[in-house]
């Protein structure tokens, strides 16, 4: 098969979009021909890489998968005016650009979000008169709304009728969750055009030393609680803050932030005005150092809001997480995430603002009352026998197969 694909985010940008990529290169390996339709790197900072600065286009091969950019206004996620702009210019600059692409096409693959892209999928399909493939990684404008990060208004609306336009009109919709599969049918899809191909994992995840982290950062002696991931207005990360704050009566007890985002500078002014010296961010990292911060871990934390999108929510950190075989804290009560916890071995959940209970089960995992050992062992044996990422490419392979 001929695929392309089209995303507005790729590798090098750090982040989910290095599944897509896996897949891709996996596609590849197994004799199929793909191409990627994608902006330029710029997130999440905004800033564009040396290579790709002051090209309108620029075309590349990375393992085998064809790679054509386009110019985006660069913004960083700080930014989210900005950063429509930049969604709506890569509209144009993308569909320039795909006239540079003179191969024919089996099917034209969009992921989303974010919702640009399944528009240019569906009009390049159109003038291609190809198959029209749409993954679905988030659900928008609903995830957005729920979030507070837009309010209900007409223009939410109108996107909304948009995608539920597009949901329908593609031959193939992939979900990367059960809960947005279930969306999918609640919206009158027929089911045997929807597939569920979850994120899975790296191998690399499940072998990795700690490589000297706690050395580096002296973490030595510290009983290290660390969150890997974007500091985003979807996690509700003050109650990580307010729990470090009330367990300043147990300095080996270390709360550590890897990564950046939009709550960042809220977080680093709480944990200044509380005067805390057992919180750190250490801002975001190369992506292949990843498993070495979360190996060096005791345990490891995730939250979302409680909202009632996340019930349907998984996020992929969460298999990275599990492969490492740490045990996981998870601020957020019910939902898929959590019965996928209980089923690897059991959830240590939590309500998402809860700070008591929180502390309780830091102090629970750190006095071994709860093992920690034990619960991240189970995780990394569920992890390594259903979530491999292979797996889950095989799968998404099969799927498009029949498309």
């Known amino acids: 098969m001929k695929i392309l694909i089209v995303s507005q985010h790729f590798p090098p940008e750090r982040g989910a979009v290095r599944r897509l990529f896996e897949f891709a290169r996996y596609f590849v390996k197994n004799g199929h021909e793909v191409s990627v339709l994608t902006a330029v790197p710029n997130y999440p900072d905004g800033i564009v890489p040396p290579k790709y600065r002051g090209r309108m286009f620029y075309a590349e091969e990375i393992e085998g998968v064809k790679v054509y950019r386009s110019w985006v206004l660069p913004a960083s996620n700080l930014y989210q005016g900005k950063r429509m702009i930049g969604f709506v ?29 399944p528009v240019i999928g569906w009009i390049l399909s159109k003038l291609r008169r190809t198959k ?124 550590v932030f890897v990564g950046d985002g939009g709550k960042r500078g809220a977080l680093e002014g709480m944990v200044r005005d509380y005067g805390l010296k057992n ?21 490891l934390i995730e939250t979302l809001k409680e909202v009632p999108i996340t019930k349907g929510t998984f996020p992929c950190k969460l298999f990275e997480y599990m492969a490492s075989g740490r045990p996981i804290l998870f601020g957020s009560q019910g939902g898929e995430a959590v019965r996928e916890l209980e089923l690897a071995g059991g959830a240590l959940s939590y309500r998402s603002d809860d700070v008591s209970h929180l502390c309780e089960l830091i102090l629970e995992l750190k006095s071994g009352e709860i093992d920690g050992s034990s619960l991240g062992e189970k995780y990394q044996n569920h992890a390594a026998e259903f979530h491999p990422r292979d797996r889950w490419a095989a799968y998404y392979l099969s799927q498009l197969e029949k498309v």
């Open 89 to 117: 210019i890569f509209c144009f600059t993308a569909l320039i650009n795909s006239f540079k692409i003179k191969d024919d096409f089996d099917m034209v693959l969009a992921s989303t979000p974010p919702v640009n892209t």
């Open 279 to 299: 919180v750190e961010f250490i801002g975001a990292q190369p992506l292949e150092s990843i498993p070495f911060f979360l190996k060096s871990s005791d345990v």
């Open 132 to 255: 029209f493939v749409l993954e679905v990684r988030d659900l928008q404008p609903e995830s957005s709304e729920d979030f507070g990060n837009l309010e209900k208004s007409i223009l939410t609306k109108a996107i909304k009728v948009l995608m539920h336009s597009l949901y329908r009109r593609a031959d193939k919709l992939i979900a990367v969750t059960d809960g947005i599969a279930d969306f999918l049918i609640d919206l009158k899809i027929p089911a045997d055009r929807i597939a569920t191909v979850k994120s899975g994992f790296s191998h690399e995840f499940l072998n990795a030393s700690q490589n000297g982290i706690r050395q580096k950062y002296g973490w030595e002696e510290k009983f290290l609680i660390l969150y890997a991931g974007t500091l985003g207005w979807a996690h509700s990360l003050e109650t990580v803050i307010e729990a470090a704050r009330k367990l300043t009566d147990q300095p080996d007890i270390k709360f």
